[in-house]
């Protein structure tokens, strides 16, 4: 999972430098973006009914064998010079496809090697790890390795999920996958286990709310990084290599708040931490906004950085701990389809935005949005959290 990540972080970071090298069109360029995160809305739900059907561990080891298959196809392509912006959505969206698969299983076996009460520890590790190697070391090597050779981070990508297809190909579940359907997966079944994992989400309440504020917070941010990359070129005027360091700027404020979550969710309980971080991200995002220094740029981002992390490990354990683990996959599916799915529309709304009122536009409007979900927050939040019981209790 931290091998693999290590590859995501430099090819996230290498496609988006490669978009704004052969366009400083922002609609263009955040397309690059809307085509990673696409395959959340089309392609999770469908991914949670597998991961009821499969064995989770065989299946994390195939996942990167595929994306070491497109990989390939694409560097090939490079070579041959065949290589537009067209052809980088499509690498985005086939890659990010096969990674919805892969992220729904990470989570999904969680449990087999965690107890409940060492889930939010569990939780922060590993997003931890996998968010050092994303974002921290992957989002500037990604930048350093296309200034070097603009096919040597897809390469180096394509070898980090050989290493981890080898590394989960040796591990054996420690829990036992749980129970699977025998029923044939028919296109009807597959829409009727579908359409019962969105139920089961829109029936808990606490599962119901956090999902929609994710889905907020998920469009607000991809919607500024969409075009992160022209506003780091021509608002704040600092280079390629600057631009992945800024991205480093952000991947260490995730990594403070994938440290400091199992502490802050044991002192002042999930809904206040919560919260705490919906009322930080909105402010960072207007200081983003108006000013033209890197440096405070980059400090106000890596506060959003802290409260994305903080989210994650909260929700993620939430999640784990109060879906039956049996309908893991496709409860998980339905929450990441409506919370990870309105990230495309992010970018593409961040695009146009910018296209249409300048590159700091989309920070002002991160910010009202984010600022008007605390709002409906502090109004409807008493007893939404108060207990991980309660929780269960109302997913009927």
Known sequence: MVVSGLGDGIRTTALAVFAAALTRDPVQVAMVTLAGKLPWACVGPFAGVLVDRVDRWRALWICDVVRVAVLVVFVALMLAGQVGVVVLA???????????????????????VADKETLDTANSR?????????????????TALFVLSEPTPFVVDALSFVVSAVLVFSLRTVGGDPARS????????????MVFGVRWLWRHQTLRTLCLLGGVLNFAVVGVLGIAVLYALEVLRISQTGYGLLLAFIAVGGLVGLLVAPGLVAAVGRGRALKAVLLMCPVAFLVGGVTTDAVVAATALAFVGVGISVFNVVTATIRQTVIPAALFGRVNGAYRFVGNGLSPLGALAGGLVADGFGLRAPFFVGAFLLLTAVFVVSFGWPGLLSSVREARRDGG
């Open 182 to 193: 025998c029923v044939p997966l028919t296109p009807a079944v597959l829409w009727s286990e």
């Open 126 to 142: 590993i997003l931890g790890g996998q968010f050092v190697t994303v974002e921290f070391v992957g989002a500037p090597l990604g």
């Open 90 to 112: 499509i690498a985005a969206f086939s890659l990010s496809s096969v990674q919805t698969m892969s992220n729904n299983l990470s989570q999904a076996v969680v449990p087999d």
